[in-house]
């Protein structure tokens, strides 16, 4: 899916540094030399992201911005000036900008921040997307599903928002940790505040600090302006930690003294800021294992894990793969297509029965490719190969007969029966759904609970 990026600048040689600069990262580029040519532009185009200067001849870039958010909310902002004050910092902030650069800044960082606000955009768009395209019943603030682990998740959700307590969500890569943050956020008594998200394995270690805190003019080589941090900007809504684990110990000291205390101050500041901000933070690692082994600090920890959210894995909730797939294609399919496309049975089979180790992202993915080749119809032929090859569950942990023999009917058996009762197990007692799991039709799945006195009778 082509990115495209609007520059706005008046000045010519910064316009063509920037469209030289995130061309070559692959995004598709146009520019205007103002904020009126920029709004003449957008009237016939969409834009992923503008990037604007803020101190322009006729109307500004802070001008400019409103309008954006007025007339196109999920377009994202950054702005960019040679002229900071904190006030303007401000000001763009509470308009709508994702952030706030000034010039000069190093390549590096620009390509950053704009990664990082098409990421949180195209977040909103999808849940939008998504939102579309599912019942009320079938999903919750954003989130698909209708599964039991689903309901039970959509429920601790809505018990949580209500408090101000810090919230840690646990689970796989891929299973959807910032969605049910931003759940949690929405149906909090802070929803009509900020909702900030940052992936501090995606930060340098030497801009951590500044992009929490803020930093003050001059504190440090590039710092060229006043800034706010990531605190200042969800100032009254939620803070979301993503991947918290690989945050350095010493940002770990200091984001506990923050948590305690409920102020800060920015890097080479002298004035102390309070922090009325909620925590909420993500791991996909096992942040009690890094506690015992010296790199994840135990009272930072207990601090964050005061509610405990764990996401399943989408292989423990294949119940949803359906509604997910109809959700994806209903994402991806080609404009004016009125209907999702449509699944052959071999298809489906191969997309129910894969463990997907990246979990929804991974379904997506398969998806936005099968459409890519075929518009109108998900087929096995369109599907990654990896889908099709079939893995036979490890039944055993060794294959060893003892050298006295052994009697192989009797363990087949109790293997089988185990195997029964572990698929009813996972469908709350669905006989059909249970046999579906193991791959045999509801009479099949009937006669053999019979054969081991298991059948109760109930459908």
């Known amino acids: 899916m082509t ?3 609007l520059i706005v600048d008046d000045e010519l040689s910064m316009r063509e540094f920037l469209s030289i600069l995130l061309e070559r990262e692959g995004y598709n ?45 999920e377009t994202a902002v950054l702005m960019l000036t040679a002229f900071s004050t904190s006030e303007q910092a401000v000001e763009a902030m509470k308009l709508g900008a994702y952030d706030y650069i000034c010039k ?4 590096e960082e620009i390509k950053q921040l704009v990664k990082n606000a098409l990421e949180k955009q195209g977040l909103k768009r999808e849940n939008v997307l998504l939102k579309k395209g599912v019942s009320e019943r079938d999903s919750f603030c954003g989130i698909i599903g209708k599964s ?47 909702f900030v998200a940052v992936n501090c394995g995606a930060i340098p270690e030497n801009l951590i600090e500044s992009e929490l805190f803020g930093h003050k003019k001059g504190s440090f080589t590039g710092a060229v302006g006043d800034r706010p941090g990531l605190f200042e900007q969800a100032e009254g809504g939620t803070l979301f930690l993503d991947e918290i684990g690989e945050l350095p110990l010493l940002m770990q000291t200091k984001l506990l003294r923050v948590l305690q205390e409920r102020e ?4 080479g ?64 399919q080609a404009d004016g297509q009125s209907k999702p496309a449509a699944v ?29 080749l075929d518009p109108a119809l998900i087929s096995e032929s369109s599907l990654p190969q990896q889908l099709l090859v079939q893995k036979s569950p490890c039944l055993t942990a060794e294959c ?23 698929a009813l197990e996972k469908t709350g007692g669905a006989k059909k759904k249970a046999g579906e799991l193991l791959g045999m039709s509801f009479r099949s799945f009937r006669y053999r609970l019979a054969k081991f006195g298991l059948d109760s009778g109930e459908e």
């Open 400 to 422: 060893n007969i003892p050298d006295e023999g052994m009697m192989l009917e009797p363990l087949l058996e109790d293997l089988e029966k185990k195997y029964l009762l572990k």
């Open 148 to 194: 039991q682990k689903m309901r039970e998740l959509f429920d601790m959700i809505q018990k949580v928002a209500a408090s101000q307590s810090s919230v840690l969500i646990l689970g796989e890569s891929g299973t959807g940790k910032e969605l049910a943050a931003r759940s949690i956020h929405i149906c909090s008594p802070r929803k009509s505040k900020p």
């Open 104 to 107: 000069p800044f190093k390549n």
């Open 264 to 267: 800060f101050k920015r890097v």
């Open 29 to 73: 580029v146009t520019v205007a030399s103002s904020a009126l040519e920029a709004l003449r532009v957008m009237e016939s185009s969409l834009f992923d992201l503008v990037l604007s200067d803020v101190n322009m001849p006729g109307l500004s870039g802070i001008e400019l911005l409103g309008r954006i958010k007025q007339n196109s909310p």
């Open 269 to 332: 500041d002298a004035v102390t800021r309070k922090a009325d901000v909620r925590i909420i933070s993500a791991s996909n690692r096992d942040l009690e294992s890094q506690v015992k082994d010296g790199t994840f600090r135990e009272d930072l920890f207990y601090r964050l894990n005061v509610v405990q959210l764990v996401m399943p894995p989408l292989r423990e909730r294949i119940e949803d793969i359906p509604l997910l797939i109809e959700n994806f294609c209903r994402k991806y």
């Open 3 to 5: 990115i495209r990026i």
């Open 344 to 372: 052959t049975p071999g298809a489906l089979k191969a997309l129910m029965n894969h463990p997907y180790p990246g979990n929804i992202r991974e379904l997506e993915n398969c998806i936005e490719r099968s459409l890519i």
